[in-house]
C-alpha cells in the first residue's frame, strides 16, 4: 500500500474514535475588528491545495464567482472565501483548496493554509449553542485545552450554507415533492429522529420529511440525539412502553460537534433498548472507506447528500425492515 493511501486511510479511521483532522487557514483581516482569525475545513473534504492557476472570468456570473480553473481533466469554479465570509486580503490570493463536497468540486481562495491538527469531537462546540443563529460556520473548534485568552480557536465553516449563499437566488435547492414520492404512514405516535448540525441541511431533510408526511425531530448534535434517545427511552419506561413506541427511525449526519454520527450509530447498535431502531446516515462525506465504516458500526442506509429522491428510499427502505 502506498504511503498515500495509509495517510487517507489512517485519516478516514478517526471516524471510528470519534475523532476527525481539521485544516486550519487564514482569510484575511475582518471587516469588524480588523484582525485575522483561524478557520477550518474537515481534511476528508479537501481534495488538494494548490497555487492558484489562471483563473477564467465567467460572464454574468454570481457575486463572490471568480470564474473557473481546469485542473486535471476538470473544469473547476474557483469561489472568493474571504468575501463571502467578510474579510479583505492585503495581496491577490496565491493559494486555493479545490474541495469536494456533496457530490460536487469547487474551489475556494483564501489567504495561508496554517497546518492541520488532530482533534476530539467533543472539543467542538455548535455555533447555534455560542446565540449567534444561523451563520456560515457550523461551530467552534477549541484546538488547546486553555481558556480564556489562552484558548485558541477555529471557527468551522458550513460548506452546505456557504454553497447555498453563493448560488443565485432562483437556483438555490428546493425540494420537488414529486421526487419524494407518496405518503408514508409511521406507526401513530412515533417520529422521525434527526441530527445534523448544519441549518441548510436540515431545512432540506424537513422539506423531505414533510412531504413525505413523516413526523420528525431535529436535534444539533450526535450527543443532543444520543441525550434525546435516553430521554423518550426514560419517559417510554414510564409509560410502560419502549423507545420503538417513540422513534421509528434515526437519521444522522457524519461530522458533528460533541459526538459525530458514527459514534452516534455505535452507541445506537450497542445499547439492547434501542439496536433495533434503523439507523440512516446522510453525510457530505462520500466514498468507499466512509461506506466501510457505515457498514461497520451497524448503520441500515447510507445517502450522500443531497438528493430527496435517494433519501426518501432510503428511509422508506430502513422503516420496510
Known sequence: MSSLQKEIDERTNLA???RFELLLFRLGTDAVLGQSELFGINVL???????MPAITPIAGAPKFSLGVVHLRDQVIPVYDLPGIIGCKLAAAPTL???TEYA????????ESVEDIVRLDWNQVISAENTGTGPSLITSIARLTEGSGDEARLAQVLDVEAI????TPEE????????????KFALKPGTVVLVADDSFVARALMEQTLKAMGVPYEMTKSGQEAWNRLN????????EGKT??????????DLEMPEMDGFTLTRNIKQDARFSAMPVVIHSSLSGSANENHVRSVGANGYVPKFSAEELSSAIRKALGR
Open 231 to 238: 430521554t423518550l427511552a426514560a419517559n417510554a419506561e414510564a
Open 163 to 166: 454553497l447555498q449563499a453563493i
Open 103 to 110: 457530490r460536487t468540486t469547487q474551489a475556494f481562495t483564501v
Open 16 to 18: 471510528g474514535t470519534n
Open 171 to 182: 437556483n438555490r435547492h428546493q425540494v420537488d415533492p414529486k421526487e419524494v414520492g407518496d
Open 96 to 98: 486555493m483548496l479545490v
Open 45 to 51: 473534504k479537501v481534495r488538494e491545495i494548490v497555487t
Open 243 to 252: 423507545i420503538h413506541d417513540k422513534v421509528c427511525l434515526m437519521l444522522t
